[in-house]
């Protein structure tokens, strides 16, 4: 495998002490104190760590080391944030430190990964399991609470053998050792470049996910990269900064298809985009009336913009202002129609010179700017 660089930015020194204790099993990369950390080098590194205290979330730190980092790099999904001494939180607790942190992240990442785990915990699990601590040596722990089922908290000599399982559960650390191994796969096996705001697209068979993925980037290389995906149980959601559900002009069609993908991912953020809108006069509806009733089913799953585009038109309008076809070409294409607000066919003879215009105006071509700058 590719050697990638990692480095843990860590709010408290003794978090660094932790970590220590775990390097021989899982790949930790580099430790440092925030404030002794070179802001302007965390762009270097493959995967940035802000290990966190639960009780200052909302660090001027670390949003201004996620700000230098997306400066340079687009793809949110290479900064993680480790909610650290969670063992000291009950589950109210956990809860409403998730939702202060991603508030307090709101203005530069809206959707970012967020973990916990406990170092203290887990440094007790590895003492334990190479010998160097006893269970006696556990049960002076002061520290060391361990929660039951009912609520309750067992400590001190009441600790045996028994509850080593829930110190290890407790200290999560085999989970994140497990999100590192399988995300450098995952990015190598994709050939994922952090340098890019990386986004999944994902759609049942001819909803034109090949075109749209094309068009996007091609016109959007420097920043953006799209990955095509027909298979769903193959995407790794923590990769990607964003998801693009692209589906038919007939809701009904792509209904169970959009269930199945919101249940299954539910963490990261999707764009729905209606594709093929130019066909909306093969479908008995008015196009008004196909977003409305579009938009009434997809808002069941999002609070979000839905989109309406046609890829096809969107590729005429691109190639007609490249000069790569002309007027003529889109006059001769009879599968691009235009039509007045009354319903009427509109002479593309007649209009060769507001072609470009009317290729702008039928194929939502604003609405994947929205999404590409979104």
């Avoid at 220590?20 to 762009?43: F, M, Q, S, W």
């Avoid at 009434?296 to 000069?323: A, H, V």
Wanted: aromatic share 10%.
């Amino acid at each position: 495998m590719k050697d990638f660089k990692t480095i843990w930015v860590v709010e408290n020194k003794k978090y660094i002490d932790h970590l220590a204790h775990n390097r021989d099993n899982v790949e930790i990369g580099e430790t440092v104190y925030y404030k002794e950390c070179n802001i302007d080098g965390l762009p270097d590194y493959d995967l940035v760590f802000f290990l966190l205290n639960p009780l200052n979330i909302a660090n001027q730190f670390f949003i201004e080391g996620v700000k230098k980092i997306l400066e340079i790099r687009k793809s949110t999904k290479t900064i993680i944030f480790l909610v650290n001494d969670t063992n000291l939180l009950n589950s109210n607790e956990l809860v409403n430190v998730k939702i202060e942190l991603k508030k307090s992240l709101d203005e530069v990442i809206k959707n970012p990964t967020v973990h916990m785990c406990s170092t203290y915990y887990n440094y007790l699990y590895e003492e334990y399991k190479c010998g160097e601590k006893t269970i006696t040596d556990l049960q002076r722990e002061l520290n060391l609470n361990i929660p039951l089922g009912d609520g309750e908290l067992i400590s001190g000599k009441n600790i045996t053998v028994e509850h080593i399982s829930q110190i290890k559960k407790i200290g999560n650390m085999e989970n994140i050792k497990n999100l590192i191994t399988d995300y450098f796969s995952s990015m190598e096996k994709c050939d994922i470049d952090v340098r890019k705001k990386n986004i999944i697209v994902v759609g049942e068979n001819q909803v034109g996910k090949s075109l749209f993925v094309e068009i996007v980037n091609g016109a959007y290389s420097e920043d953006v990269a799209l990955f095509e995906c027909s298979n769903l149980n193959e995407i790794n959601e923590e990769l990607f900064d964003k998801m693009i559900i692209l589906i038919d002009i007939d809701i009904e069609k792509s209904r169970r298809f959009v269930e199945e993908v919101c249940s299954k991912y539910i963490d990261i953020e999707k764009i729905f985009v209606v594709n093929k809108m130019d066909n909306y006069m093969f479908i008995d509806k008015e196009k008004s009336e196909i977003i409305k009733s579009t938009n009434k089913i997809l808002n069941q799953f999002t609070s979000g913009s839905n989109y309406f585009i046609s890829c096809y038109y969107i590729k005429f309008f691109i190639e007609l202002n490249n000069k790569v076809i002309t007027t003529q070409d889109v006059i001769n294409d009879c599968e691009i129609i235009f039509e007045d607000t009354l319903g009427f066919p509109i002479s593309k003879e007649k209009n060769k010179n507001n072609l470009s215009d009317l290729l702008l105006e039928n194929s939502g071509y604003d609405n994947l700017l929205k999404i590409m700058e979104g």
